[in-house]
């Protein structure tokens, strides 16, 4: 099959760990992602060069420089401003996976990742959460756990972090349901669940973020989409084996993992 079968049955993964890794912390607050979404990240990227892996030209702050690709932002090493960009288009119907690279070490505060409309404000004095800074934009803060709407924080993510200072890794994927008005976010392939719920139905949604950081550098590129109709019936079955294997994987002689991969492999 795709990525989660060969994640979950290749040799690395059958093999016992001898210690977890410092980001496997996020494991512990790991949703079941709901079966649109589960199929979606078994789901091969999409070509580099996507136009939707690009950061707009024209909805960017002053402080923010594009490279030539229109994949990567870097901040300008100002003092006391607060900056933004979102992505060149936005989705307004179903569901899609961005991956953001924003190094942890290059945040500071007010590192925020999240989606906006078109009205969105892109640049403010001091330091503000921009993404979250109004009734049209949705963010989640990086360094806190903090999340944002409305010019105000409406509470901690993920579930079950509140009181801890949970810093996200490297890279980050930015979940998208606009047919169910949702937004969420996977980290070290943790679906983390749903963090903002009620997004205005038909309205336009870009990724976005915004930052205070001089010298940080944001990434964006488009993985994949699919629209609001169900999967294929093959594609649930396979995924269904997949995870009942994974249950009872321990279980399974060597032989019988390979059968079985080689099996679903060579039929879907």
Known sequence: MGLILCCWLSDRHLKKKTSPSPSSFFSQFSVAPPIRLAVLLDTPPVAHGNPRSQWSQTHISPNLKMCPSGVCVSRDRVEQSSDAVRAAGGVATGLHIWEVLWEARHRGS???????????????????????????????????????????EVGRYPEGGARERLSAPDRILLVVDADAGMLGYVVDNCFLGIAFAGLPSGAELFPAV??????????LRYLCGMTRDPPPLQTLSALCVCRTLTTHLDSIPP?????LFNTITSNT
């Open 210 to 219: 915004s930052c205070v950081w001089g010298g940080a550098k944001i990434r």
């Open 255 to 259: 032989a019988a993992r390979r059968l």
């Open 110 to 152: 007010h590192a925020l990742l999240g989606v906006s409309t078109r009205e969105c404000p892109l640049h403010a004095s001091g330091y503000t959460a921009l993404i979250g800074g109004n009734s049209c934009s949705w963010g989640w803060e990086l360094t806190t756990g903090q999340l944002w709407h409305d010019g105000k």
